[in-house]
């Protein structure tokens, strides 16, 4: 079976859990985002997944095999992260060719093609990059490589939004060139929204949500109107957040509406975007 | 007269100009967003404003008084950026009190308010936070100082979208109630883009926008349809960027639009939100 299978992965540090016993699959041939607030353990995932660091139980399954020790299973896997730190005095060149030594077949098509469009001169040093250009420099690695399974975290950090769109458009052009997956965890969750076919949100050590994006937003509601009426009309709904301007009162909603129940005229309802979506599910509950 | 006026200010750094003969105004009770491309000149900018680096030639002129040197005018002006580090082993409580020793009337309640709110705890040294939470910090510090004119440079570096939601609200809320100068640097143009009354946008060292954002966007248009009708349209036009899928020709277009001239029906005119119109109007240009 295709796809990164995660088995009851938890993680512990001291007392303190950071994973709750995760179960769900990362599928071939889809892109992901993968969000979290600061903190909420996305990291921490991924450092285990490519086996950088050890859970405390559970297993990653890739294709079928158990990832763990396992070279074959795990030179499937690539993630390009903070942690992907090379020696300064090394040229961005003979980077690529150290990477198609652990990875094999390096692609240099693309990743000079990607260089040139981004203006990044490969003949320079890697400690010479400022942080913009240290990330795009690690994100064209990790389109060169093989792996099938591509996790990216943070891969905008630094870079102006240009850069950023640059990237996405070349995340996406290779995607449809060659499809395989991509995990992308970022905070830029407006921007990235469009590349999405599926989402994951980690929230304090457990997955919350793990779905089609499409079908995510379906069930997104923002509920307006008076008071009385709003409160009444979501009474059995998942309502996650509420907010209250003037004499309007605004709900947040997750998962289906009631259609038994009376809609009045002076409610209305909207969809949410991904990035609202995901503060209202992800934001400590206040007492109202 | 109220504002903070840019009189012919340049600066260079060896032989580089980094800025070229910049002449424009800040007004005063006005959000600015200050927008430009890594390395466009925008810190330098900030740095030259409030007298930490010194211009090759110009003057800046706060409500009507040169600034350089003079501490009156200088106190009216606060910049949050990383160049404020403060010492790690300092509890944040006691740097509020520091910074008012500088800038007089610190807003304790709106600061105390904004930590609870950030979940920030003051009894906590400098050194101990996290990049995000230093930044909070730093822009909790920046709302309750009493100057008029309020930089701030990349306020959002590190922050969750549920902090960076909290943050633009934050802002726009003591914005209401105390009226200044907010001027924001920042990449993260789209989702920044509602809080700014006015956009200056930096390229290559000069001012290339400097308008009410509502005008701005106003004049900013994507031109769609087969490739022939759509540059017969645009032949007048300011084209800043084109754009080609299968037979569907897009050209980016910021002025005004030729009334004279015919449009045919296959050609279709939507308008640009601010981070599309950034991204064509700060693009190298290329060979079409």
């Known amino acids: 079976m295709k796809g990164i299978q995660i088995q009851g992965v938890e993680k512990s540090f001291s007392k303190r859990k950071i994973l709750q016993e995760l179960d769900f699959t990362f599928e071939a041939h889809k892109i992901y985002g993968l969000l979290g607030r600061n903190g909420a353990g996305k990291s921490t995932l991924l450092n285990i997944i490519t086996d950088r660091i050890f859970a405390t139980s559970g297993q990653v399954i890739v294709d079928g095999e158990v990832a763990k020790n396992n070279d074959a299973a795990l030179s499937k896997i690539y993630l390009s992260s903070e942690m992907n730190a090379y020696p300064a005095s090394i040229r961005l060149e003979k980077i690529f060719k150290m990477t198609e030594l652990f990875y094999g077949d390096f692609d240099y098509t693309l990743a000079n093609n990607l260089a040139k469009q981004f203006d990044l001169d490969l003949q320079q040093k890697f400690g010479k990059l400022s942080t913009g250009y240290r990330n795009i420099f690690k994100f064209i690695v990790a389109l060169g490589v093989p792996a099938e399974y591509i996790f990216l975290d943070e891969p905008t950090l630094g870079l102006d939004a240009n850069h950023r769109d640059l990237l996405y458009q070349s995340l996406s052009t290779s995607y449809i060139e060659r499809p395989r997956t991509f995990v992308i965890a970022t905070h830029l969750i ?99």
């Open 190 to 288: 407006g921007e990235v929204a469009s590349l999405l076919e599926r989402v994951v949100v980690i929230d304090q050590g457990q997955v919350i949500i793990n779905g089609d994006l499409e079908d995510v937003l379906e069930q997104s509601y923002l509920i307006s109107g008076p008071e009385k009426e709003v409160s009444e009309y979501t009474k059995n709904l998942n309502v996650i957040g509420k907010e209250r301007l003037g004499k309007i009162s605004s709900y947040y909603v997750y998962g289906k509406l009631d259609d038994e129940c009376f809609l009045p005229d002076v409610v209305t309802i909207e969809h949410l975007d991904l990035q609202q979506l995901f503060i209202h599910l992800t934001n400590p509950r206040k007492e109202q």
